[in-house]
Antibody, heavy 120, light 110 residues
């Protein structure tokens, strides 16, 4: 059974940093596109970053220069390092596994989400 | 401000049909497949439709999708109280080089 379990969310002050982790089971992360998608309170979904099977990352404009996605194949985890956090980064962050290896491939599996709150 | 436009809400009585629209541009819906996600209250999204009209295993045929040009539609027939929640369209935007979503539509069963 495929499972994605996020951890690392919490309350952080503006300008601070936080590292989210996603533990995957039931599949090998290096065989899949893995993304982080967030949802601000009462808002829609917003894609943040993807880690391609080639080992390359891609970021949304809102994340460029501040967030870094990485993977650890030995632990089958995908992390999101978030720096210079702002109030508008407040959201539930979902770990996501894409169903196929092409840009636009849908997210087939979602984690339960971890809440990040940026506030003083 | 979401890249694609969805109506904020739709509603209908049990057993009836609702249609949710998703409007985009030539660089997103006009050039790429659309997916639809169901998000029930307090839960993570769930894939409902992919590649415009295909259903993952386990998704009932009450849910159907279509796409024409820069617009896409999700139809829910035989509406049930358990269908109440938010529905999001998603695709790739070739100009932004990013996955993009609509703002979401809240479905209410009257």
């Amino acid at each position: 059974e495929v499972q994605l379990v996020e951890s690392g969310g919490g309350l952080v002050q503006p300008g601070g940093s936080l590292r989210l982790s996603c533990a995957a089971s039931g599949f090998i992360i290096s065989d899949n596109y893995m993304s982080w998608v967030r949802q601000a309170p009462g808002k829609g979904l917003e894609w943040v970053s993807v880690f391609y099977t080639t080992g390359s990352p891609l970021y949304a404009d809102s994340a460029k220069g501040r967030f870094t996605i990485s993977r650890d194949t030995s632990r089958n985890t995908v992390d999101l390092q978030m720096n210079s956090l702002r109030a508008d980064d407040t959201a539930v962050y979902y770990c996501a596994r894409h169903s196929s290896r092409y840009n636009g491939s849908p997210v087939y599996h979602w984690g339960q989400g971890t809440l990040v709150t940026v506030s003083s | 401000q979401s890249v694609m436009t969805q109506p904020p809400s739709v509603s209908a009585a049990p057993g009836q049909r609702v249609t949710i629209s998703c409007s985009g541009t030539s660089s997103n819906l006009g050039d790429n497949y659309v997916s639809w996600y169901q998000q029930l209250p307090g839960t993570a999204p769930k894939l409902l439709i992919y590649e415009n009209h295909k259903r993952p295993s386990g998704i009932p045929d009450r849910f159907s999708g279509s796409k024409s040009g820069t617009s896409a539609t999700l139809d829910i027939s035989g509406l049930q109280t358990g269908d109440e929640g938010d529905y999001h369209c998603g695709t790739w935007d070739s100009s932004l080089s990013a996955w993009v979503f609509g703002g979401g539509t809240k479905v209410t069963v009257l």
